[in-house]
């Protein structure tokens, strides 16, 4: 066999291709398993799927922002611990009642302030060495958090979730791809 310049271009032509269907494969399969993995943390920490929206983002490879040769999708997690305002808080006798991780629970000694949120005084290590110690309405006041979404995105079920559907949908979508390329 001889290589001409037809032959290398020809070759060149084939390698840009199989990098673009590539890259599609990969881009469809990462759209796939982020929203498994959304559904997956949501179920997890007890929020709505749909408040996830702009916490759990992607950079795929054909997308805004992707280069080919970079070849990664990446599914990123962004945002802040959550407010226990989130998690349908009602008040009870002895504070306050919400449902962060999937399960209600008490939270003594809790109550509401600006804004929905929910907040208790803090009063460990309050006695000091002199003095009496300090009144009950004097003590300082913290907002409650539940869940962090980029940590519970990486643990349980959500961790398992991602490594399933790209086990499961990686393997489909290469089988795929060589299909298309050796037809």
Known sequence: MKFTKELSCAFEDADA????????MIDSVGNKTKTALKRATAKQAGVKYGSLGETITSRT???HGGAI?????EIIARGVTLSLKEFTPRAEAGGISAAPWGRRRSFLH?????????FVRDNRNQRTRRGPPPNYSGLP???MYGPAIPKEMVKDEAEQVFYRTV???LSAAIEVQMAKAFN
């Not at 040769?69 to 999708?73: P, V």
């Not at 809790?110 to 929910?118: E, I, L, Y």
């Open 167 to 169: 086990d499961k949908l």
């Open 110 to 118: 809790a109550f509401f302030g600006p804004g929905g949120h929910v």
């Open 141 to 143: 006041i913290h907002m």
């Open 69 to 73: 040769a970079r070849g990664e999708y």
């Open 17 to 24: 291709k199989a990098a673009k269907n590539i890259a599609r």
């Open 61 to 63: 490879i054909l997308g």
